[in-house]
């Protein structure tokens, strides 16, 4: 498969998944439950999340349109469904759910396959590609904190 046809699957999954998991958010950060919570300080205002998720996703998208042109398998597919998985489903368990223990472990285990992915693909081909990588691992580690500062304030 050709860059240009990864990178448009890639653009249509991710965004689709951000998408997805803004519809089970169950109106999210507008919630009377989200905003009577003692969120941290560092909260950032509402329309920066989209913002860096549209940076993210575009990143990552080009990002894995490189790795999946290098080396595409099976197993590699199953790790990007993992992590489909796991971002859309963190907007239901904390938001519509309200299980913020349970998002905790979702956005620790997201951040743990994104640092996979950095870790163990760094190929000569891939070495300065995975820097695309690093707003994706820079975000989840604001949002496990975010997520964290809820659980243990709340």
Not at 81 to 101: A, D, E, K, P, R
Not at 128 to 151: D, F, G, H, M, Q
Request: proline share 3%; glycine share 6%.
């Amino acid at each position: 498969m050709k860059f240009t046809a990864y990178l448009l699957l890639f653009l249509v999954i991710n965004f689709g998944g951000l998408y997805l998991g803004t519809l089970l958010m169950n109106n999210g950060p507008n919630a009377e439950w989200y905003l009577n919570l003692n969120k941290a300080p560092w909260t950032p205002p509402g329309w920066v999340f989209g913002a860096a998720w549209t940076c993210i996703m575009l990143c990552f998208s080009i990002y894995l349109s490189f790795l999946f042109q290098w080396k595409s398998s099976t197993g590699l597919w199953s790790l990007f469904g993992i992590q489909v998985f796991l971002n859309v489903i963190w907007n239901y368990v904390f938001f519509n759910q309200h299980m913020t223990i349970l998002g905790l472990v979702i956005i620790v285990s997201l951040l743990i396959v994104i640092l996979y992915y950095f870790v163990n693909f760094k190929a000569d081909k891939l070495k300065t590609t995975r820097l695309l990588l690093l707003p994706y691992l820079i975000w989840l580690c604001i949002a496990v904190s975010l997520n964290l500062y809820v659980v243990i304030h709340n």
